[in-house]
């Protein structure tokens, strides 16, 4: 695609990310922090200091009589009564959009609360509508864990797709001697990548474009859904990569059964036709035998020797049964995959696949971005 028709297209999408609570809004600054681009960021709150720190464009204080700027107290009746009281604000910031992105760490009261609250604004205005969530860390409390199962119940209602991210799985990637601040910086660096996942799909300027229409089509309306990125270098870079996608540890369900996906593939020029075959059909074998799949080509000698993988998936049957001998029409698969980093800062698959990816990432979870 040229850079007219790519900035033609990146005009016409209009995507916002919805950071909400404290998790939600520290996400929010560390997807701008890491340059994530072609997006609106929107942080709403009900602690007038954690809006302060925000860097988001557009700030929306959920604050009232009754919590004075400070909190929803760990409530999340209060959390979704404040945002219910602030919707006309909600609503106008999403205007126009079409995809919206509704992030926070559930289990909290503002994240937990108004999260639904603002993804059924979005989804009312037409827009697919997509969360992307942290259950917490088992050391936060059976009250903040059961809090996140309701918050999750009910954010599931107002959605097009949902993706949660196990805090725990985090920490079994990380250094035993992680600390506390670092584990909920890994947090807000995995649900960077969820979002970056899917909007890198259609904002990236490819050989082979992935555009939202596309995405549209496998998530509107998708449920649950899971999303992988590997990437890798030298022999077998390609299938590496996409086995480092499809195999996270951080998954909480198989992939199988998927019946709709969409698989990106990023490297060098030199990319053979063989290589990307290799990586599709890698996925495909492991999803639903009548997914539909669709898939992106993007090239650049900026990659160097690394291909990239990203794959989102969704669709699910209740139950996931495939048999490996039936063919699929098309490919992808869906893992949230990160890696950790060895002492020379390379990644490392945690399924044994030999990768040799330079890890960028300074937490340790390996997303693949520089």
Not at 230 to 251: H, K, N, V
Request: hydrophobic share 40%.
């Amino acid at each position: 695609m040229s850079e007219i028709a790519q900035n033609e297209f990146n005009d016409k999408t209009n995507i916002k990310v919805v950071g909400v609570g404290g998790a939600g809004g520290n996400a929010v600054n560390r997807m701008i922090a890491e340059g994530l681009q072609n997006v609106e960021f929107v942080a709403v709150n009900t602690d007038a200091k954690d809006l302060l720190r925000s860097d988001a464009d557009v700030k929306i204080s959920l604050s009232d009589k009754s919590s004075r700027g400070l909190g929803a107290g760990a409530d999340p009746e209060r959390g979704a009564k404040a945002a219910q009281d602030h919707q006309s604000d909600i609503e106008e910031a999403l205007r126009g959009a079409d995809m919206v992105f509704v992030t926070c760490g559930e289990g909290g009261g503002t994240g937990t609360g108004a999260s639904p609250i603002v993804a059924r604004a979005a989804h009312q205005q037409g827009a697919l509508t997509i969360a992307v969530v942290t259950r917490p860390f088992s050391f936060e409390g059976p009250q903040r864990s059961a809090s996140a199962e309701y918050g999750i119940d009910n954010l599931r209602k107002e959605v097009d797709a949902l993706i949660v991210i196990p805090n725990d799985r985090l920490l079994e990637l990380s250094d035993r001697s992680i600390g506390i601040i670092e584990a909920f910086k890994t947090a807000d660096t995995a649900l960077l990548a969820g979002v970056q996942g899917i909007t890198d799909l259609i904002s990236m300027n490819s050989y082979i474009h992935v555009d939202f229409n596309d995405v549209n089509s496998i998530l509107r309306g998708a449920g649950t859904a899971l999303f992988g990125i590997g990437s890798a270098r030298g022999e077998d870079r390609a299938t590496q990569a996409a086995e480092i996608a499809i195999s996270s540890p951080l998954l909480e369900e198989s992939i199988e059964g998927a019946h709709g996906a969409l698989i990106n593939i990023a490297g060098p020029t030199d990319l053979k036709l063989q290589e990307a075959s290799a990586a599709t059909e890698l996925v495909r074998k492991a999803i639903h035998p009548e997914a539909q799949i669709i898939w992106g080509l993007a090239l650049d000698d900026a990659y160097g020797d690394e291909v990239r993988v990203t794959v989102i998936a969704a669709g699910f049957d209740p139950v996931a049964a495939q048999d490996d001998d039936t063919q699929s029409t098309v490919t992808p698969v869906v893992a949230n995959r990160r890696r950790s980093c060895d002492s020379r800062g390379t990644a490392s698959s945690s399924t044994g696949t030999g990768c040799t990816a330079r890890c960028h990432c300074p937490t340790g979870i390996h997303t693949g971005y520089r």
